[in-house]
Nanobody, 115 residues
Framework: QVQLVESGGGLVQPGGSLRLSCAASGSISSISTMGWYRQAPGSQRDLVATIFSSGTSNYADSVKGRFTISRDNAKNTVYLQMNNLKPEDTAVYYC?????????WGQGTQVTVSS
């Protein structure tokens, strides 16, 4: 069984930074795609960023230039560096990983941007 454990969420003031981490454990063969979604109250879950096994990454327009996704394959971990945070970034952030033919999800971590 595979588990994803997230960390790094919290409360930050507008303009501040946070770094989210998501580590996979268990029976892991090969991880292709890793990424992050977020869900604000009353809204659907939206894709924030994706990073492929090649290292290529994609971002939602709303976070381009502010967020950076990275991965450490040796640690089975994906990161999301979030800079210049805005109140509209407030949401629960979920990581995901595509391992063989199955997609696994983290439990979610709350990010609140408020003064």
């Amino acid at each position: 069984q595979v588990q994803l454990v997230e960390s790094g969420g919290g409360l930050v003031q507008p303009g501040g930074s946070l770094r989210l981490s998501c580590a996979a454990s268990g029976s892991i063969s090969s991880i292709s795609t890793m990424g992050w979604y977020r869900q604000a109250p009353g809204s659907q879950r939206d894709l924030v960023a994706t990073i492929f096994s090649s290292g290529t990454s994609n971002y939602a327009d709303s976070v381009k230039g502010r967020f950076t996704i990275s991965r450490d394959n040796a640690k089975n971990t994906v990161y999301l560096q979030m800079n210049n945070l805005k109140p509209e970034d407030t949401a629960v952030y979920y990581c995901y990983m595509r391992i063989t033919s199955t997609t696994y999800w983290g439990q979610g971590t709350q990010v609140t941007v408020s003064s």
